[in-house]
Structure formats: structure tokens, C-alpha cells
């Protein structure tokens, strides 16, 4: 049984920044590549980024670009998202997810395993 556990949201004011992380447990982590979403109240789930099995691939989301890092510690099984210039319109709830194979893959239907989420609120 897969476990994804999110921490680190909150509620910060816009410019600050926050580091999502997520917890894996119950298959190898290495293995599969993983990703963050996210979904605002009234909205669909969107892709933030994603990071390939060894960490040296990632891709990105354009409103995350620039402001955002995926990163992953195979030996610790967690991925973080380092969120740097948050803005209001950032505000959402954020999940990781684990992906059925080892590449970068955008969609959401890629992803096997996802967390609970955790809210990430920023103040104007």
C-alpha cells in the first residue's frame, strides 16, 4: 500500500516562500518518477512540476517556472517543492503524486498514488 504524505503548507504573504514536502512509503521510490499538483477552490487539479526517477530530469509548469524547484531524496523517499516569489494567486491546495513509471509525464492520469494535500494560502 502506497502512502504520499504532504507537509510544509501554509499561509504566508505574497513574495514569501514555502517548501512543500512528501513522504513516501510502501514501493521502491526510486523508481518512479513524481510530481506536484494543484487545485484551487472552484477549479481543476493542474500540473505544477514533475522529476524523473534519479532527480535529473524535471519539468515545469509555466506560472512555476523561474518561481518554483521539484527536487528528491531517493535515500530520505521525499520529494519537496521549493516555492520561491509566492503570489495570491498561488493559493491552493497542493498534492504530490507518484507516477507509474520512471519519466516526466505532465498528466494527471499518469499517476497511480497521490497524498491528501496540504493548503498553501498567500495573502496579497
Known amino acids: 500500500q502506497v502512502q504520499l504524505v504532504e507537509s510544509g503548507g501554509g499561509l504566508v504573504q505574497a513574495g514569501g516562500s514555502l517548501r512543500l514536502s512528501c513522504a513516501a512509503s510502501?514501493?521502491?521510490?526510486?523508481?518512479?518518477?513524481m510530481g506536484w499538483f494543484r487545485q484551487a477552490p472552484g477549479k481543476e487539479r493542474e500540473f505544477v512540476a514533475a522529476v524523473t526517477w534519479s532527480g535529473s530530469g524535471t519539468s515545469y509548469a509555466d506560472f512555476a517556472r523561474g518561481r518554483f524547484t521539484i527536487s528528491r531524496d531517493n535515500a530520505k523517499n521525499t520529494v519537496y517543492l521549493q516555492m520561491n516569489s509566492l503570489k495570491p494567486e498561488d493559493t491552493a491546495v497542493y498534492y504530490c503524486a507518484q507516477a507509474g513509471n520512471a519519466g516526466l509525464t505532465r498528466s494527471l492520469t499518469a499517476y497511480d498514488y497521490w497524498g491528501q494535500g496540504t493548503q498553501v494560502t498567500v495573502s496579497s
Open positions: 510502501g514501493r521502491t521510490f526510486s523508481m518512479y518518477a
